[in-house]
């Protein structure tokens, strides 16, 4: 459990945190990627989906180590954020997101492959394949989940209720990835667009957080899969048009209802009680 913290040690925790984060992140994209895939590769670039993997890793990196770091200053374990191994029930979480995760991603590339949004280039190598799963699963779902719902969440919830404090960590999720565009160079649209639709997403990992009694393995292992099937076809998108960037948003919105409608289907039908002997995943 987090520490109840006064209004405003919880804000200025809350803004010093994002800022870090946001100023690292940023610092991250747009020196250290470009130093670290040339002077280790002869001074050249590498191919572009090793590129996309590095700086998907540094910025998992970054996101936890900052939230380890928040924690220690707090005297607070890793297992505050709900970084938990549920015995009874992690293995059905994992195997049960892979479908949900295309369950929701599915009407929404179809919404935007009909409305020449994206474009699905030819699907990775075995190697590449491996790789991206890897990194989706360790760096980004971790990463960006323990970042925004185990410590953003959670400590709003310190002080106001899971609504509010899900809409807080959700605008907080989709500012970031605003930023992230920004930094590499995203146009206006693209950034709007991202902004709304990180943020229907993570309203629906948020809730995924919730019932499972704030553990998050379900929603990292969901927001892990959702990001891989992605990667691995290599997809771009296009937003020639403020109407395109609308239908993004709208068939975001339509993926994460589509989650949210089974995820809580499952929990009022299938899913099982709590585990007293959960255990810490250490990092």
């Not at 959670?154 to 960590?169: C, G, H, P, V």
């Not at 990292?220 to 997809?235: E, S």
Request: aromatic share 16%; charged share 15%; with cysteine.
């Amino acid at each position: 459990m987090m520490k109840k913290y006064s209004i405003f040690d919880l804000w200025l925790r809350v803004i010093l945190f994002f800022s870090i984060c946001v100023i690292l992140i940023f610092s991250f994209q747009s020196f250290v990627l470009p130093l670290v895939t040339t002077v280790f590769n002869n001074g050249e670039d590498y191919p572009l989906n090793i590129r996309l993997n590095i700086q998907r890793a540094m910025n998992g990196i970054v996101g936890i180590g900052l939230v380890y770091v928040f924690l220690r200053m707090d005297r607070l374990k890793m297992t505050s954020t709900g970084f938990l191994w549920d015995k009874s029930r992690a293995n059905e979480w994992i195997l049960l997101s892979i479908p949900i995760a295309l369950a929701g991603l599915i009407p929404t590339v179809i919404i935007e492959w009909l409305f020449e949004i994206i474009i699905i280039n030819e699907l990775l190598d075995v190697l590449g394949i491996l790789l991206t799963l890897f990194v989706a699963i360790f760096f980004i779902g971790v990463g960006e989940e323990i970042l925004f719902r185990g410590y953003l969440q959670r400590i709003l919830e310190s002080r106001y209720s899971f609504q509010n404090s899900a809409l807080i960590s959700a605008f907080l999720f989709g500012l970031l990835h605003f930023w992230l565009v920004a930094a590499s160079n995203g146009g206006i649209r693209y950034m709007v667009t991202i902004l709304f639709s990180a943020f229907v997403i993570g309203l629906t990992l948020s809730y995924t957080f919730k019932i499972t009694g704030y553990n998050l393995i379900f929603p990292v292992a969901i927001h892990g899969f959702w990001d891989f099937f992605l990667f691995i076809f290599q997809a771009e998108f296009i937003y020639d048009t403020w109407l395109q960037a609308i239908i993004e948003i709208c068939a975001s919105t339509i993926g994460a209802l589509v989650i949210f409608l089974i995820v809580r289907y499952y929990a009022e039908n299938y899913q099982k009680k709590p585990n007293q002997s959960s255990e810490e995943v250490s990092l």
